[in-house]
């Protein structure tokens, strides 16, 4: 049973515009999410987080939305640059961060120049 | 600040056999995670360390994996006998306070 969704497995955008990328949770006790980025050959980077008591939080061109109601959280990327492509990870934690994370299999984005 | 170290960063090894990893986390970190990503999933937790004890372990195979954090700050993850379905990338990953865990680069295991 995957508590972590990513339905889309790739994404192709131009470079300029917005990147949305999308998630879906089931467990209804996360209380913290957060988006990784990952590289070929690398390790996942952290991106930026939200905890529960928010619906949005914004950090340069990257702004997560928490839609609690949905059990939907979604990342917003503008404007999209070639850099960004890369397969980004949504992720849960229950106790406020402090557990282990639960991962969706993540989404491709491309960006097209 | 060094980030989170792993080693070796790929290994090839045959059913049957036994392998080690290991973890040097960013200093100062109580907290250690080892994931497991197979090819085309996302990382999944195999257990969790807080200084030298061991937090969550829910989903280690226990019948042939076996992790140790010796003096709370290096990790060791041995799988024993390995099988074909343990082919994946082993993660570790560190955290200071609750909140973000920075992730080391992986070890590629292939087991023929």
């Known amino acids: 049973d995957q508590q972590v969704k990513q339905n889309s497995p790739s994404l192709s955008v131009q470079e300029g515009r917005i990147s949305i990328l999308n998630c879906d949770y089931t467990?209804?006790?996360?209380?913290?999410f957060l988006w990784y980025k990952k590289y070929p050959a690398e390790g996942p980077t952290f991106l930026i987080s939200i905890s529960s008591i928010k619906d949005k939080n914004e950090d340069g061109r990257f702004t997560v939305f928490l839609n609690k109601s949905a059990k939907h959280l979604s990342l917003h990327i503008v404007p999209s640059q070639p850099g960004d492509s890369a397969v980004y990870f949504c992720?849960?934690?229950?106790?406020?961060?402090?557990?282990?994370?639960?991962f969706g299999k993540g989404t491709h984005l491309i960006i097209q120049p | 600040e060094a980030g989170v170290a792993q080693s070796p960063r790929y290994k090839i090894i045959e059913k049957r056999q036994s392998v080690a990893f290991w973890c040097n986390p960013i200093?100062?970190?109580?907290?250690l995670y080892w994931y497991q990503q197979i090819l085309g999933q996302g990382p999944k937790l195999l257990i969790q360390f807080q200084n030298n004890g061991v937090v969550d372990d829910s989903q280690l195979p226990k019948d042939r994996f076996s992790a140790e954090r010796l003096k709370g700050v290096d990790s060791t993850l041995k799988i024993q006998p390995a099988k074909l379905e343990d082919s994946a990338v082993y993660l570790c990953?560190?955290?200071?306070?609750?909140?973000?865990?920075?992730f080391g680069p992986g070890t590629r295991l292939t087991v023929l």
């Open positions: 467990n209804s006790m996360f209380d913290y």
């Open positions: 990953a560190s955290s200071l306070l609750a909140r973000e865990q920075f």
């Open positions: 200093s100062g970190h109580a907290t």
């Open positions: 992720a849960a934690s229950l106790g406020g961060g402090a557990d282990g994370l639960t």
